[in-house]
């Protein structure tokens, strides 16, 4: 498999909203006619601390020509003390089994002993994916028994009459040398109506990097024989500064949704020759429609200048 | 009903506990009764400056045996029964209130887990411990995160979870936040009482619904729904106060509600008198109750939250009247 890597696509500073810093986590979904790509954008506030909102813009089917962008912000944050207080980061799309289309949402809220945690919710939008309204105030994915903080990055598929989530739940905070980091790892679970989930309680991905491999922002789609997950991942420490320990995107394979293998070398993503992903490729979205398969991504600095994209040459 | 609490006398205050374990220790909170072997004791949470930070405190699970009577004191716990939560985990700053419940063959011990936050002063989820020992000295946590979770309708604050058994079945009667409103620039919150049931302690089946009617307005805070079996039905204790922290209303006060299948509670009509008390032994609050030699004994916490200790008395209840 060989991905023909076409460089940024959207770029934070030519959008009619925000403050041109960041266009995070993108999450493409095929309407009629279009592609919107659902994403998250960082405002500062009046602290000077950033918070994020999800935003989408619209784009031709092969990505070749940009349409529009959305009313800003499409969902707003929940109220003083919420789950989501202080950002929603990442907004994942999907359809659900009735056809309507929903979110899941990562909402942020900030602690004094560790920077933050996190639980996922749920919102529904009535006019197309212009606007959502949440489901209820509260998460409907949060820390519980073995899985004690950091919920987050909920995608989710329908098979067989279940919802399958995929999402990262925080393990432990490591330290080292006076650094606290967190440990975070991909997890499954199952629901039949998006409120009520049944967990797996297991990491479901292989570590490529040992135990203190962090994985993130889970998606999957369906290949002709198998599922196919793309992922990011990187070492727990010292992944800000030095590039061979930054995000890298991971892949794994399975032909269930439960038991998965590591394929990362089949379907290795070159760098862009602008160096714009040089230090970082993170938060992939894998994306399928009639002119082919593509990988959205984020660059350098989590994001910090746009997400790209990569077109896969020939079938999946 | 005619409800009456009569021999009410302090039991334990801070700075005698502070001398009992040689420590600087504010607040007696939240006492939480359990029979062992040779002794009645009280489990309790006490707070003490954090020795790493040397300013803010953490509040912590200790316990004292008395003997037969209430009247001497028979061992006491010179360190806290629980460690604190790991970094990042929703019990790192504080474990109080409590409720102890024996169920098949073992003690558990329900907790509020507290960690600060930025824009509102702290987050709160329920944990749950068990004894490590038969004889209930120490705990350890069964899971690292809250043994229930927030959901859509529970979005944050879950507190004052309150555990008991009857035919099997664990009830728990706890508070799930509803709104923070800034007072004054300060965050405050409301929460109202709830109620889930388990079978195994473990996991647990919300009922989704506010169970208490509000005596001041909607911003009331209500906390530790103690309940307790009577002749005909089920009577609660809890608590309840104001959001506001400078009106008349802002101490913890008791107030009482009645069921005849533990879900549906009208707080009409109980006739409650109060006997005429000192000013220490004004805004009880944080009731446990247990049946001791025929009469149900009540334990609470004294005014300011503990400041001023805990105390003990007696509930008679009639429920001719």
Redesign the interface.
């Known amino acids: 498999m060989k991905w023909n890597n076409l460089g940024i696509l959207c770029d934070p500073t030519n959008l009619a909203f925000g403050q041109g810093l960041y266009c995070q986590s993108p999450h493409a979904i095929q309407m009629k006619g279009f592609v919107r790509v659902y994403f998250t954008t960082r405002l500062r506030d009046e602290k000077f601390f950033f918070r994020s909102f999800p935003a989408y813009v619209d784009f031709s089917d092969d990505f070749s020509v940009q349409l529009g962008v959305s009313d800003f912000p499409l969902l707003p944050l929940g109220p003083l003390g919420n789950f989501d207080e202080h950002g929603i980061f990442p907004f994942q799309p999907f359809l659900s089994r009735e056809g309507r289309l929903m979110a899941t949402t990562t909402g942020w809220s900030r602690r004094e002993a560790v920077p933050a945690e996190s639980s996922i919710g749920l919102a529904v939008s009535s006019d197309q994916g212009k606007t959502f309204e949440k489901v209820g105030g509260g998460p409907i994915f949060a820390p519980l028994h073995e899985e004690p903080f950091l919920i987050a990055d909920g995608f989710v598929l329908e098979h067989n009459d279940s919802y399958h989530m995929f999402y990262i739940a925080g393990r432990k905070w490591l330290h080292r040398s006076g650094v606290t980091e967190r440990l975070y790892k991909i997890r499954h679970a199952q629901s039949t109506n998006l409120i009520e989930w049944s967990r797996t309680n297991l990491n479901v991905i292989p570590d490529s990097l040992g135990e203190t491999e962090c994985q993130a922002l889970p998606t999957v789609i369906k290949s002709s024989q198998n599922w196919l997950m793309a992922f990011c991942f990187r070492d727990a420490f010292d992944f800000r500064e030095n590039p061979s320990k930054g995000y890298r995107i991971g892949w794994a394979r399975s032909r269930d949704l439960i038991n998965w293998e590591r394929v990362d070398s089949e379907y290795f993503l070159t760098r862009h020759f602008s160096g714009w992903d040089l230090q970082m490729q993170a938060y992939p979205n894998i994306f399928t429609n009639s002119t082919g398969t593509y990988l959205l991504y984020n660059g350098n600095n989590f994001g910090l200048n746009g997400f790209g994209i990569a077109k896969l040459e020939g079938e999946l | 009903m005619k409800l009456s609490l009569i021999n009410k006398q302090i039991l334990l205050t801070p700075a005698y506990f502070s001398s009992l374990i040689q420590r600087e220790m504010s607040h007696i909170q939240s006492p939480a009764f359990l029979k062992v072997v040779g002794a009645n004791r009280i489990y309790f949470c006490s707070r003490a400056i954090d020795e790493k930070s040397g300013e803010k405190h953490s509040s912590r699970i200790y316990y004292v045996d008395f003997d037969e009577n209430f009247t001497g004191i028979s061992d006491v716990s010179r360190v806290a029964v629980a460690q604190l939560?790991?970094?990042?985990?929703?019990d790192?700053?504080g474990t109080c209130p409590i409720s102890v419940v024996e169920f098949q063959g073992k003690i558990l011990m329900y907790y509020v887990g507290w960690?600060?936050?930025?824009?509102?002063p702290y987050?709160a989820?329920i944990g749950l411990l068990h004894s490590t020992s038969e004889s209930g000295v120490e705990f350890s946590r069964f899971?690292?995160?809250?043994?229930?979770?927030?959901?859509?309708?529970?979005?944050?604050?879950l507190g004052s979870p309150r555990v008991k058994e009857f035919n099997g079945i664990l009830y728990m009667w706890y508070v799930s936040?509803k709104?923070?409103?800034?007072l004054n620039g300060q965050?405050e919150?409301t929460y109202k009482i709830r109620m889930a049931t388990s079978v195994d302690g473990?996991t647990w089946q919300k009922t989704g619904k506010d169970l208490i009617q509000n005596s001041i307005d909607e911003y009331e805070c209500q906390a530790a729904p103690e309940v307790i079996p009577i002749k005909e039905g089920f009577l609660m204790i809890y608590s309840y106060r104001s959001n506001s922290r400078v009106n008349e209303n802002s101490e913890y006060q008791i107030n009482f509600a009645y069921s005849k299948d533990l879900l549906n509670w009208a707080t009409e009509p109980i006739d409650w008198t109060q006997p005429k008390v000192s000013v220490s032994m004004r805004n009880t609050s944080y009731y446990n109750l247990f049946r001791r030699k025929g009469e149900f004994q009540a334990l609470f916490q004294l005014e300011k939250m503990g400041q001023a200790g805990i105390g003990i008395g007696t509930l008679v209840v009639d429920e001719e009247k």
Do not use: T
Not at chain 2, 85 to 90: K, N, V, Y
Not at chain 2, 115 to 120: N, Q
Not at chain 2, 143 to 157: A, C, H, M, Y
């Open positions: 939560g790991d970094r990042g985990a929703f790192q700053h960690a600060r936050s930025r824009d509102v987050a989820n899971f690292p995160g809250p043994v229930i979770s927030f959901d859509q309708d529970e979005p944050f604050l936040g709104s923070w409103n800034l965050p919150p473990h």
